[in-house]
């Protein structure tokens, strides 16, 4: 007879964690396996208010890319990006990991000059990067019309071979598995309310399960964080913006990449299952309202079809939003808080799940040693005072 | 639509015609140090509820308003 094991159980809090980790996302249960697997911490906790990839994890368009453009930001990205591909092994449980390629589409002369200066601070990065012309886009995607007839024609594009995609719910299940495996306490419906602090240091945290103290407290809950700094006091560098995602049906193979055109504000990509993912933009303004509405919905397809006119008969069957908590200069926040024994990873806005893989890795080196790695060291709290922010772009 | 906007002007309005612009905070005096500015720059309180904000009616009458909005319901509220 058939029977099923349940891929992983939650656990009801004890009173006493080293390290507590608010927040069961990609980023938590990353920090948390890190921490139990390669710096050896025996009692770890990750506190969810909710259930495990409620928030961004579950909800972000499972696109991985290393072509931003600061020379802060960009070996962090292209860690990140090659630490997926040795992930399904290490974790045991596999991630879909596809990387088909990302084209990035430009719209006038400015826009690709521009473009290749981007690329050329990417390749000086070691990340491979080609410029495409409109004739090799097309061999590239057929459906893609790239004639005059668009309202903005396409000038050419920015191929960036190693982008593509990684299963989100695979990533969340497999950090989660790996890190029950290694010890880790995955504590799902427990809301953290506030703080336990004494003489500037974190003591613990207290929750909707009483009081837990705890040696280290790291915060790693996404869009929510302001939620975190009201409790502490303090406020963060970051608003909150939620960014909707579409999907349509299902169809037959025909897109081979990620298309995307930062000009216009819209990406689609075809997932392993056949629909279309939709989305790119960020809702005009701040909420924390996850609701989709129908004017984002029309504009990401009209721009859409302008350039696939073949979609016109498809149609959209869902439609879902995640909160992004962004920083003024589209760079995350990580490392110290400013309290002793309290560390961050916030403010990832919509490019916290390409950075998973490193993000685990640093913010656990950082809550183990409390030294501040080096590829982290411009995403601190303080650059915001010391005219150190990041030259970041958004798209 | 997922709310609509009281302009005095214009009556109630659909959010797209405006321009959001953030936000009221309180800017510190001229004489306060950079971290004061850097504070005022670059924090947020990022409310999770009602908190009172700037509209610009872009596609109206072109004037800013404070709207009291709660940002996760999104009910706007009278003062």
């Known amino acids: 007879?058939?029977?099923?094991?349940?891929?992983?159980?939650?656990?009801?809090?004890?009173?006493?964690?080293?390290?507590?980790?608010?927040?069961?996302?990609?980023?938590?249960?990353?920090?948390?396996?890190?921490?139990?697997?390669?710096?050896?911490?025996?009692?770890?906790?990750?506190?969810?208010?909710?259930?495990?990839?409620?928030?961004?994890?579950?909800?972000?368009?499972?696109?991985?890319?290393?072509?931003?453009?600061?020379?802060?930001?960009?070996?962090?990205?292209?860690?990140?990006?090659?630490?997926?591909?040795?992930?399904?092994?290490?974790?045991?449980?596999?991630?879909?990991?596809?990387?088909?390629?990302?084209?990035?589409?430009?719209?006038?002369?400015?826009?690709?000059?521009?473009?290749?200066?981007?690329?050329?601070?990417?390749r000086r990065a070691g990340i491979k990067i080609d410029m495409l012309s409109p004739g090799e886009i097309k061999k590239m995607v057929p459906s893609l019309d790239v004639s005059d007839r668009t309202a903005?024609?396409?000038?050419?594009?920015?191929?960036?071979?190693?982008?593509?995609?990684?299963?989100?719910?695979?990533?969340?299940?497999?950090?989660?598995?790996?890190?029950?495996?290694?010890?880790?306490?995955?504590?799902?419906?427990?809301?953290?309310?506030?703080?336990?602090?004494?003489?500037?240091?974190?003591?613990?945290?207290?929750?909707?399960?009483?009081?837990?103290?705890?040696?280290?407290?790291?915060?790693?809950?996404?869009?929510?964080?302001?939620?975190?700094a009201r409790m502490l006091g303090v406020k963060f560098p970051v608003v909150t913006i939620p960014m909707q995602v579409m999907t349509t049906e299902v169809m037959a193979p025909f897109l081979d990449y990620y298309v995307a055109s930062p000009r216009l504000h819209w990406y689609t990509q075809q997932t392993l299952k056949g629909d279309l993912i939709l989305g790119g933009q960020l809702d005009p303004w701040q909420s924390w309202n996850s609701n989709t509405t129908w004017q984002e919905c029309s504009e990401r397809v009209a721009f859409i079809l302008e350039y696939f006119p073949d979609l016109a008969h498809v149609r959209v069957v869902r439609s879902w939003s995640g909160l992004c908590d962004c920083t003024g200069d589209s760079a995350p926040v990580m490392g110290p808080s400013g309290i002793e024994g309290l560390s961050l990873d916030i403010a990832w806005g919509y490019y916290g799940f390409k950075s998973t893989p490193a993000c685990g890795k640093y913010a656990a080196e950082y809550i183990a040693t409390g030294k501040v790695p080096e590829k982290i060291k411009h995403f601190g709290l303080d650059r915001f005072y010391n005219r150190q922010r990041v030259r970041e772009i958004i798209i | 639509m997922p709310f609509l906007i009281d302009c005095p002007n214009c009556g109630r309005r659909s959010p797209y015609e405006f321009k959001f612009g953030g936000e009221c905070k309180q800017p510190p005096k001229p004489e306060a140090d950079v971290k004061a500015w850097c504070d005022y720059l670059y924090f947020n309180e990022n409310m999770s509820g009602v908190q009172e904000e700037w509209w610009y009616h872009a596609m109206g009458c072109r004037s800013w308003l404070k709207v009291r909005r709660n940002t996760v319901t999104h009910e706007i509220s009278k003062e």
């Open chain 1, 152 to 228: 903005l024609p396409i000038f050419g594009a920015q191929f960036h071979p190693e982008g593509g995609t990684v299963h989100h719910d695979a990533a969340l299940w497999g950090y989660a598995k790996a890190a029950a495996r290694w010890g880790v306490d995955i504590c799902a419906g427990v809301e953290v309310t506030g703080f336990n602090i004494e003489g500037g240091k974190v003591t613990g945290v207290r929750t909707t399960a009483g009081n837990i103290a705890a040696g280290k407290v790291h915060v790693a809950v996404g869009g929510y964080s302001s939620e975190i």
């Open chain 1, 1 to 122: 007879m058939l029977t099923t094991q349940p891929v992983l159980r939650y656990k009801q809090p004890e009173r006493h964690y080293d390290v507590i980790i608010i927040g069961g996302g990609l980023h938590g249960l990353a920090a948390a396996y890190n921490l139990a697997r390669y710096h050896h911490v025996k009692r770890i906790a990750v506190l969810e208010r909710r259930y495990i990839g409620f928030g961004g994890s579950g909800r972000n368009t499972e696109m991985v890319r290393s072509n931003k453009r600061a020379h802060e930001t960009l070996p962090f990205y292209k860690e990140s990006l090659e630490m997926w591909d040795g992930l399904s092994a290490e974790l045991e449980w596999n991630l879909l990991v596809q990387k088909k390629g990302l084209i990035a589409l430009a719209h006038s002369d400015g826009e690709l000059a521009a473009m290749r200066m981007l690329s050329d601070s990417q």
